[in-house]
């Protein structure tokens, strides 16, 4: 009889249990106790980690009831946040964190793509190697340390080098740029989410580029077309999928994302049309309102704004698993 | 030298008019040997002279010299690892991806050095199809599998033209009839062997003077193969093919000359039914009766 697969879970040192575990994890040496308690410790994380996950979402979601019976569906169309007259409204939450993270994807897109394609396209190995190290470093800097950057470098640099300038030419015929430039406001929000995604977009379309296999790119050049024609026409449609993912990716970070954008983006929960005015994210209302909320229904009024983003993090990052999956499932053809 | 008076011709090369899928070879070549003009459908498609080449310290070929007969089927055979793959890329250059190879010697294309370093490689590989192992087409759909040629090297105007182009070309490639319902579905739901005669289509639509093939039939099924080898035998009253293979039958089958590589070397070439029945030399012998190593 041939241990099935759940037989060997169970702390069972006898022989057949051992081959069984050892199907299940092959591992180089002969199995010992060593690689059997490891395996069990595996199989257990393996188990621990989605009721972990389950067990978060159900706790917030029973903080969140209450939130969610007293407003139903208002909580996410109302606008008025004003815990001291218990009016709940999430909307200038919402708005700023799809707002801020889109604006900084519309900004990091192009600079970690045009970045990933000089690096595996045309830069030379001596120069690719050490600017993929430096951008990759941009990874590890702590937000907060960002945060403080952003409100002594790039706020007061973005207030006289951009906005000011914008708001006195375009302001007056786009609302997009109306002033006046506060320089703590959506925009800088936005920059300093877009600089701090650029290092994981990039990453993984160096990555699904350097996956297009390489009997595409000869068969583009042995048409006769140019490296560059290869690039954009074979090598970049290829990948595409993967450089969504990548995109979908950046967007997901920058939607969780909270010191630093809460360091700058001005925290007024309103919803301006203007990107030069403040806004306010749900993960910066929550960092910033939870030790001091006082009352039950604020508490759980603020699980509810947990919950939410909660749910748009995950739902981007599914998509964003899905599109990098099709394209190494592709490139594995 | 006299490469050098070769460049307005190599850079005025003109794919020819769409609607002619013979290639004409260019008004004329400059023959190495003492230099003469000499007229359209000179026999030599590639020449290699003394050519070496390198992968870093490996040395993949060594001192190879031979010509390449216009509108003749060449094979190379040797065991694997013998230089095969190497001396065919070499001739449209698809070497210089890899980093770090260097060559020796001289190979000419229709009489134009092919590493001269004013040489457009983007040019020269118009000049050249090729096909490889694996069957590649981009995962679009068949129409724009057979149209990228054409679309990147503009060699059409308009809808009409390139659909005359396609249709042409897929049926020079025998795949017209299986595939014309089913244009614009993706390449990728063919078969294998559909699939590399896709892939032969697309690079015929660019007109290329000569078309190389690296083992173009191994990944496929005895049926599949011998619709690859009657195509082969179908093409070469129009274009000059060189194809390495492992299957000596096959080489019998479709070449008119076979060349031998052994360990880097060419050791022997001739007529291919003079190198099958009658080799001049003990490995070439040892290897096509299947007694080697
Ligand atoms: N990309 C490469 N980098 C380094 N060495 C290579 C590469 N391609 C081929 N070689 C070496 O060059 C020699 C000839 O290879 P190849 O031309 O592929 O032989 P064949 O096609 O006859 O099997 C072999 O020793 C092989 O290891
Ligand atoms: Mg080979």
Not at chain 2, 160 to 173: D, F, P
């Amino acid at each position: 009889m041939r241990p099935t697969p759940d037989s060997a879970g169970a702390l069972d040192l006898s022989g057949r249990s051992r081959r069984g575990l050892l199907s299940l994890f092959p591992s180089r040496t002969r199995g010992n106790l060593a690689d059997q308690v490891y395996a069990v410790l595996v199989r257990s994380m393996g188990i621990v980690l989605p009721l972990l996950f389950g067990f978060i979402v159900l706790r917030i979601g029973v903080a969140a009831w209450p939130a969610i019976r007293s407003f139903g569906p208002a909580f996410v169309t109302s606008t008025d946040w004003n815990p001291v007259a218990r009016e709940f409204g999430a909307l200038p939450f919402i708005y700023g964190t799809v707002v801020s993270s889109f604006l900084a994807l519309a900004i990091a897109v192009p600079l970690a793509v045009g970045l990933a394609i000089f690096l595996t396209e045309l830069a030379p190995r001596w120069l690719a190697a050490p600017v993929a190290f430096a951008t990759e470093l941009l990874a590890a800097i702590p937000s907060v340390v960002y945060g403080l950057w952003g409100i002594f470098v790039l706020v007061p640099f973005l207030r006289s080098a951009v906005q000011e300038p914008l708001a006195a030419t375009l302001g007056g015929a786009i609302p997009f740029f109306a002033g006046p430039a506060y320089g703590f406001s959506m925009m800088s929000g936005a920059v300093i989410l877009s600089i701090m995604i650029v290092p994981f977009i990039s990453a993984v379309t160096r990555e699904v580029l350097t996956a297009v296999p390489r009997d595409q790119r000869e068969a583009a050049l042995a048409l006769g077309a140019t490296r560059w024609e290869m690039t954009w026409q074979v090598a970049i449609p290829y990948a595409l999928p993967g450089i969504l993912g990548g995109a979908i990716l950046g967007l997901g970070r920058a939607l969780g994302e909270t010191v630093a954008i809460t360091m700058v983006i001005g925290n007024r929960p309103d919803i301006a049309r203007s990107i030069l005015a403040p806004g306010y994210t749900m993960a910066s209302v929550l960092a910033n309102e939870f030790s001091e909320a006082t009352g039950d229904l604020y508490l759980s009024a603020l699980m509810e704004v947990a919950l939410l983003l909660f749910g748009i993090t995950i739902l981007v990052n599914v998509i964003a698993q899905l599109l990098v999956w099709r394209v190494s499932l592709r490139g594995g053809r | 030298m006299m490469e050098e008076s070769l460049l307005p011709m190599e850079t005025k090369w003109n794919p020819g008019v769409p609607g002619i899928p013979a290639p004409t070879v260019g008004a004329s070549h400059a023959l190495p040997e003492g230099g003469k003009q000499v007229a359209a459908g000179a026999p030599f498609a590639v020449e290699a002279r003394s050519f070496s080449f390198w992968y870093g310290a490996n040395q993949a070929l060594a001192d190879i010299s031979l010509t390449i007969t216009t509108r003749q089927v060449t094979a190379l055979i040797g065991p694997s690892g013998c230089g095969k793959s190497t001396f065919l890329r070499s001739i449209n250059r698809m070497n210089d991806l890899i980093p770090n190879t260097r060559h020796e010697g001289e190979l000419l294309l229709e009489g134009g050095s092919v590493y001269r370093p004013d040489q457009d490689v983007v040019l020269l590989r118009r000049r050249v199809g090729m096909v490889f192992q694996k069957s590649n087409p981009f995962p679009k759909s068949i129409f724009e599998n057979v149209a990228y040629g054409p679309r990147v090297n503009r060699l059409v105007q308009g809808r009409r033209q390139l659909e005359g182009l396609v249709e042409r070309s897929l049926r020079q490639a025998a795949l017209w009839d299986e595939v014309k319902d089913r244009l614009e579905k993706s390449a990728l739901g063919l078969s294998g062997g559909q699939q590399q005669r896709l892939c032969i289509a697309r690079a015929l639509a660019v007109s290329p003077h000569i078309l190389l093939m690296d083992e173009p039939a191994s990944a496929l099924d005895p049926i599949a193969t011998q619709k690859i080898e009657e195509l082969i035998y179908e093409l070469k009253d129009q274009y000059t093919i060189v194809i390495v293979t492992h299957n000596m039958q096959q080489a019998a089958r479709v070449s008119d000359v076979t060349a031998f590589f052994y360990l880097g070397k060419l050791v022997e070439v001739g007529r291919t039914e003079e190198i099958f029945t009658n080799p001049k030399n003990d490995q070439t012998e040892a290897y096509i009766t299947g007694r080697f190593g």
